[in-house]
């Protein structure tokens, strides 16, 4: 029986006879796309430019090609890996009645060899190798990334450019503070309001002023650093009149009920809820990989080791998990989770302690996921009553 989401194998047999199968290695400037064509012995590579219209005269003129040869094409299949040019292709191609996929680049086996060649029609063959070995339906043998709507894609840039922004934040302080302490200059605060006017009554230990023109590129940061902070506001505000406007949809419910737990704020809800709940994972141990918060094993032979996070998934969701299992422990501390954690780390040592919060990070993050989705809540959760 097939699972939910199940993108680790093609779920339709293939007719090879009557199936054109091409591949696409996508750069900035051109795109090289190999095909097996049924009936014809020789594998096809052709050069394009960025041109999805030209593509789909290649993909029509090679079924011709199959139907002159005496097969009746009925399955156009297509893909690319996962790269700067996302989904919008493969939307795309499937909007034309073409079979459309996009590989986890991840998923694609490589050459071991220290200096192995690559071009871009070697990476095509890859490709093809591991898109034929998905389509006869071979378990794990190459896994496909979920194509996201538009809509899905969008709702995710508030939070994205807001993380963006709030490291730019922390880049413009961090400069401020390194141009001040070349000069022997500490404990002035760049982030407070009133920080502006109090560049120029600044001076050395020396007992002489700021020089003129550090005193003006400060003045510049400064500025940047109100506009940065001006346009986080922005997003907030927007966000939260989105929220606003429409509390019954279903991801903005997702969110409110998330706030609503002690130690969680609007925008980590808004982040978990964008990234990872949003979409459809088939079980807690897809959850968990998702956000890159499963281990690394090595075993080989009698060699029983760790290798500490796979770091495979959502960094983004990873980061922000991390953060909120060290809030859960300050503010849920007579949930199960939280004495589960306090429990294995009562020999208090740091290293047990570092290793623990990443199992509490993915405890936690099945947790919400189950409380958002089934509405289960593990024991002991505080949760704000509805407003």
């Not at 199968?21 to 796309?33: D, G, H, K, N, P």
């Not at 690319?80 to 073409?98: N, T």
């Not at 890859?126 to 538009?150: D, N, Q």
Request: charged share 30%; hydrophobic share 40%; net charge positive.
């Amino acid at each position: 029986m097939s699972q939910l989401n199940d993108l680790s194998k093609s779920l339709v047999a293939l007719e090879q006879d009557a199936t054109l199968i091409a591949v696409i290695e996508m750069s900035q400037s051109s795109w090289l796309v190999a095909g097996i064509v049924p009936g014809v012995e020789r594998q096809p590579l052709k050069k394009l430019t960025t041109d999805q219209d030209a593509l789909l005269q290649l993909l029509h003129r090679w079924r011709k090609e199959a139907n002159e040869a005496g097969h009746v094409i009925k399955r156009i299949t297509v893909a690319y890996e996962a790269g700067r040019d996302g989904f919008w292709l493969a939307r795309w191609l499937r909007a034309h009645e073409i079979e459309a996929y996009v590989i986890h680049p991840s998923s694609i086996p490589v050459s071991r060899e220290h200096r192995r060649a690559k071009t871009d029609r070697l990476d095509t063959e890859l490709l093809k190798r591991a898109f034929l070995g998905w389509l006869r339906g071979e378990p794990k043998h190459c896994s496909m990334a979920a194509v996201p709507t538009i809509a899905d894609e969008d709702a995710r840039r508030p939070s994205r450019e807001r993380e963006n922004l709030v490291r730019e934040v922390t880049r413009l302080v961090n400069r401020m503070k390194a141009n001040l302490a070349r000069l022997g200059i500490r404990g002035f605060r760049p982030h407070l309001a009133q920080a502006a006017g109090q560049l120029q009554t600044l001076q050395t230990p020396e007992g002489t002023a700021v020089p003129a023109n550090t005193l003006a590129e400060l003045r510049r940061d400064m500025d940047r650093l109100r506009f940065v902070k001006q346009q986080i506001k922005q997003i907030e505000a927007a966000r939260v009149q989105r929220l606003e406007s429409e509390p019954g949809e279903r991801r903005h419910a997702m969110v409110y009920l998330l706030a609503r737990v002690v130690g969680i704020g609007v925008e980590s809800a808004d982040m978990l809820v964008q990234e990872v709940f949003s979409r459809k994972l088939r079980d807690r141990r897809a959850v968990a990989r998702y956000a890159g918060l499963t281990g690394a094993p090595d075993e080989s032979g009698n060699k029983r080791r760790e290798r500490g996070l796979a770091k495979a998934g959502n960094a983004r969701v990873r980061r922000g998990m991390i953060q909120l299992a060290w809030t859960h422990l300050l503010h849920q501390k007579d949930s199960v989770l939280a004495q589960w954690y306090r429990a294995r780390t009562a020999d208090a040592r740091g290293r047990t302690r570092k290793i623990m919060i990443i199992a509490l990070a993915r405890k936690l993050l099945i947790a919400l996921w189950r409380l958002v989705t089934t509405g289960e809540a593990p024991a002991g959760l505080l949760i704000r009553p509805a407003a």
